[in-house]
């Protein structure tokens, strides 16, 4: 039974996989959970190597200075602090020696002033070795000798906790009443060990008391939930930050206590632990008649103030003092090895990093070079910045002040982050949009039969709702860059960019099925394969089964992923972030004729900074449109796609759907236009006269190649987009509407002086398939199937 209301655990678990909080954030962490009612701390990251993978390592003097000043911080702020440890990889549990080391580690940590303990054995092999098989009569009984044993050692002490192998119902072989594990480990272990348990399923949607008097009834006692429902080490595309759920607080009567295993990114967890100090607290008291007890929507708008408040604090990354000595800016630093086609320098989320000062996590509080300072930013910004300082200083101002999120943006994002089962509104209205607006696009498709007007009319409706949905997603991007607290940009923005561009892409898509794509019911179009779930279901769930969500990785940025027709491809969708992150807000949409001029003109500045000067050969001011752009401008302007900024146009995607197709038609009525424009001189500039072949001769390819790559795309794009992923985007958005009208492959011609650009194809899944040599043109064509 429980041994009092007074002695429940609640509070946090930090045992996740990825690089450990750093010591600031820990003090952090405990003025919150003080502050909010919660009164445990388990200290047990996965990647602290003294922790898990180098347990038999005692701390060095510095770390044990270290680990002395956080327990004493966590019993300053009234909290138990508990140090786990994890030998289960590779002890062997009947060598006397390994038996030692393990005393030796957790005695240096009780002296100093640790009297709570958690032996970890989860997520290890069930297998033992010779010695072991031999000197026990299970895996169970090797567990239990070494944990009663320590258990004695450290004096009974008060709290002591114990992770079995199988920790959830979903482990258990056949099942939990049946495990010989789990009834041999609640058999055997000393009554004064409490057991962890996470619930049904290792990520559980929710906690009954049913399921938890079975648990209960093995292992003989209350258990301890390991609550893994904010964790998202197991997915780089996805936080939590919706409220505590799925836990009555009436569950408290059946259990020892509850820790919570929050996000990795700390600022990600101000939400999760502030509802679980509500849902702590209203279990804690009595309630009369019809009181009201814990509600959700109650304390996540309480605890929506309070970010608020959080949120308008100027606390730098890690939350650290960062030093006023002026120091070189990363671009500085970084320039020479940059790629303007593809940055080298990309901050990744989740990266699994120690201390580079010791092989644990409790020696420093380093965290890595904020990548979004205000000093990298204007570096970033000025070294990408366009010729005209009008334009730059207008650009600039868009990043220059800094502000708090508005109350509707901090809404968007919690709603867009929720859960790992369920979507907030947001998210579920940006499903439900988007699947219907495919499943239902004959509607305006360019095959599609006469549709009265009034479904048409629908159709559009429910289409701006959907772009407005995005273009408020990509508002809340440039908001989260201009925020004054960096702390949270630091851990979040991964997350929003990722968001922001999947829903570039998918706007683009949006735009692109009036008129411009065939319906699913054509027989050219092949998306029928896509997933087609949306409203407050995660995908995992809609497989046909409660299962665990890395099941179905990505969330919502993977869920409109997937709706998308090239959404199998991850390497479309799956990149790190920039170094230098934009508030700067871009728009994929279809071309329309008045973009020309633009156009036209950008391409002739590409081509001049690329020669160095003018020459003979763009005595035209046309000719170089004519000759990258015209054709597919003329003859298919409907795969044409233009990017664009605030300062107008920044880039296009322009894509021909069969090339034969198009080649018969270019020779019919583009290259006669163009020849009796540019005619050939004879007896003028050689370099203009090789320049002018190129609408004097026919374009052909091996039939070979059409088979597999029918069509044919050309990206340009200024080389002042600082975010690559724009350009990535862009194509990404062109491939879509190939794929959607029946294309099995596209190539591309390139230089093979342009070392950049192949290489940001070949990440993008572009082999090369064909070069000069075998070919009348010099250049490389690079393929890839859709």
């Known amino acids: 039974m429980m041994e009092g209301r007074d002695d429940f655990l609640c509070g946090v678990v930090e045992g996740f996989y990825g690089r450990p ?43 044990e200075a270290q680990l002395k000043a956080l327990i004493g911080e966590a019993e300053s702020r009234g909290l138990r602090f508990v140090y786990a440890i994890s030998p289960g990889q590779d002890i062997v549990f009947s060598s006397s020696c390994d038996l030692t080391l393990l005393k030796r580690k957790l005695s240096q940590v009780a002296e100093l002033g640790c009297h709570a303990f958690a032996l970890l054995f989860d997520d290890i092999d069930h297998s033992m070795c010779q010695a072991d098989t031999e000197a026990f009569s299970s895996f169970a009984n090797a567990q239990v000798t070494v944990a009663n044993e320590i258990f004695r050692f450290l004096g009974n002490p008060p709290v002591f906790l114990f992770c079995p192998t199988e920790y959830c119902s979903s482990l258990c072989t056949p099942s939990v009443s049946k495990s010989p594990y789990l009834l041999t480990i609640g058999e055997d272990l000393l009554p004064g060990i409490s057991i962890i348990w996470t619930g049904k399923k290792v990520i559980s949607r929710d906690l009954c008391a049913d399921s938890l008097a079975e648990v209960q009834s093995v292992i003989r006692r209350p258990p301890i939930i ?15 930050l919706g409220p505590f759920k799925g836990r009555p607080p009436g569950l408290r009567a059946h259990l020892r206590g ?75 630093v970084k320039s020479k090895s940059s790629d303007s086609s593809d940055n080298q320098h990309e901050a990744k989320p989740k990266t699994s990093i120690t201390s580079s000062r010791s092989s644990g996590a409790l020696a420093s509080d380093e965290i890595p070079a904020d990548p979004v300072t205000d000093q990298d930013l204007e570096a970033g910004e000025n070294q990408f910045s366009r010729s005209s300082s009008h334009e730059k200083n207008s650009r600039r101002g868009l990043c220059s002040g800094r502000a708090p999120l508005s109350e509707a943006q901090i809404r968007l994002l919690v709603g867009l982050y929720y859960l790992p089962h369920e979507h907030g509104p947001p998210a579920q209205s940006l499903l439900q949009d988007l699947t219907w607006l495919k499943a239902n696009c004959h509607y305006v498709s360019v095959n599609g039969k006469k549709t009265p007007q009034q479904k048409a009319e629908e ?89 665990e969500p890395w099941v179905f990785k990505g969330g919502l940025s993977g869920e409109v992923q997937m709706l998308l027709p090239v959404g199998t491809s991850s390497e479309l969708f799956s990149h790190p972030p920039p170094l230098f992150p934009t508030c700067r807000l871009y728009n994929i949409r279809p071309f329309q004729q008045k973009d020309k001029v633009e156009l036209y003109r950008m391409v002739h500045q590409l081509y001049q900074r690329g020669r160095g000067s003018q020459d003979a050969t763009i005595s035209h001011p046309d000719f170089i449109g004519d000759r990258c752009l015209g054709a597919s401008l003329a003859l298919c302007p409907e795969y044409s796609l233009v990017l664009e900024d605030e300062l107008g146009v920044c880039g296009c995607a322009v894509g021909i759907l069969d090339v034969r197709f198009f080649a018969k038609r270019c020779q019919a009525t583009w290259l006669p236009a163009m020849r009796d424009k540019y005619p050939s001189l004879p007896h003028g500039h050689a370099a203009t006269q090789e320049a002018l072949l190129y609408f004097h001769e026919e374009q052909d390819y091996p039939d070979s190649q059409l088979y597999h790559f029918p069509s044919q795309l050309r990206l340009e794009a200024l080389p002042e987009l600082v975010d690559c992923s724009i350009s990535r985007s862009l194509i990404t958005a062109l491939l879509i509407a190939l794929k959607a009208n029946g294309s099995q492959g596209v190539f591309c011609e390139v230089q093979p002086t342009d070392g950049s650009r192949i290489e940001f194809l070949t990440k993008l899944g572009f082999l090369e398939i064909l070069r000069g040599e075998a070919r009348s043109r010099e250049g490389v064509v690079l393929g890839r199937l859709l």
């Open 226 to 240: 390991w609550d893994n429902l904010h964790a998202n080490d197991y997915d780089s595309r996805r936080v939590f």
């Open 258 to 332: 509850l820790l919570l295993n929050p996000n990795c990114e700390f600022e990600a967890n101000f939400i999760p632990l502030h509802t679980l100090g509500s849902w702590n607290k209203e279990g804690k008291e009595e309630r009369k008649g019809d009181e009201e007890g814990y509600g959700v929507e109650r304390a996540l708008s309480v605890a929506l103030q309070d970010w608020m408040k959080e949120l308008s604090l100027p606390l730098h990354p890690g939350r650290q003092v960062r030093s006023t000595d002026p120091k070189p800016s990363l671009s500085s």
């Open 459 to 547: 159709w559009r409706g429910r289409a701006g709702r959907f772009l407005a949905a995005c273009d408020d997603v990509a508002l809340l991007h440039s908001a989260m860059v201009n925020s004054i607290n960096r702390a949270v940009l630091y851990d979040l923005y991964p997350y929003i960019w990722d968001l922001r561009n999947t829903l570039l892409v998918a706007k683009a898509f949006i735009c692109c099925l009036e008129g411009r794509i065939m319906s699913e019911s054509s027989q050219l179009g092949y998306w029928k394969n896509c997933f087609h779930w949306c409203g407050a279901s995660s995908g995992a769930e809609l497989l046909g089964m409660e299962a």
């Open 21 to 63: 909080w750093s010591m600031e954030q820990r003090k952090v962490l405990f003025q919150w959970m003080h502050r909010w009612g919660l009164n445990t701390y388990l200290y047990g990251p996965k990647d602290d190597l003294k922790h898990r993978l180098l347990w038999r390592e005692v701390y060095s003097t510095e770390e």
